[in-house]
């Protein structure tokens, strides 16, 4: 059965990094494009990153380019999100999910950045 | 890469039918056919219930149904059912690897 459990959310000052891991089973990530979205408090989904199956293509959204770095460790099974500069408005629940086509078919539960002093 | 446009609510009898409509723009929901929609019960992950415009994934009843007509997706649950209330996100593919989520819709069942 696939699954998708994310780690490394946690309480992070302003113009601090954090790395969020996520570690999927039951498929091989490197055959699936991969993504991050993310959920700020009480607000709707954001798409933040992709990641090609099987290569190194990446993408962002705007908002991110430039602070926030997608990559993947095939051997380890795991994605993982590189955040620098990390700013107030990043402070949401970071969820990893895999793409099918052009969807998300499986989703991770979700870990929580908080960006405050 | 602005949001989608969804109602931020809509509600109905269980039984009856209601549908959520999803307004993008020429540059996503108007140039694809890669619209979906996602169920999200609260403290849970989101759900795949639409792809494609209007293919169901495996497991997902076929109370569940989407169409797309110019820059507007919108999906349809008939016969609701209490398990149904939540909140819905649709989602368009906008090129070049990028995608585009609406603000969501919380679905109450009377």
């Known amino acids: 059965e696939e699954q998708l459990v994310e780690s490394g959310g946690g309480l992070v000052q302003p113009g601090g990094s954090l790395k969020l891991s996520c570690a999927a089973s039951?498929?091989?990530?490197?055959?699936?494009?991969m993504n991050w979205v993310r959920q700020a408090p009480g607000k709707g989904l954001e798409w933040v990153s992709y990641i090609v199956g099987g290569g190194s293509a990446t993408n962002y959204v705007d908002s991110v380019k430039g602070r926030f770095t997608i990559s993947r460790d095939s051997a380890k099974n795991l994605l993982y999100l590189q955040m620098d500069s990390l700013r107030a408005e990043d402070t949401a629940v970071y969820h990893c999910a895999r793409g099918a086509g052009l969807r998300f078919d499986y989703w991770g539960q979700g870990t929580l950045v908080t960006v405050s002093s | 890469q602005s949001a989608l446009t969804q109602p931020r609510s809509v509600s109905g009898s269980p039984g009856q039918s209601v549908t959520i409509s999803c307004t993008g723009t020429n540059t996503n929901v108007g140039d694809y056919k890669y619209v979906s929609w996602y169920q999200q019960h609260p403290g849970e992950a989101p759900k795949l219930m639409i792809y494609?415009?209007?293919k169901r994934p495996s497991g997902v009843p076929d109370r569940f149904s989407g169409s797309k007509s110019g820059n507007t997706a919108s999906l349809t649950i008939s016969g609701l059912q209490a398990e149904d209330e939540g909140d819905y996100y649709c989602c368009s593919y906008a090129g070049s690897n990028t995608w585009v989520f609406g603000g969501g819709t919380k679905l109450t069942v009377l």
């Open positions: 494609d415009v209007n």
């Open positions: 039951g498929f091989s990530l490197n055959s699936y494009s």
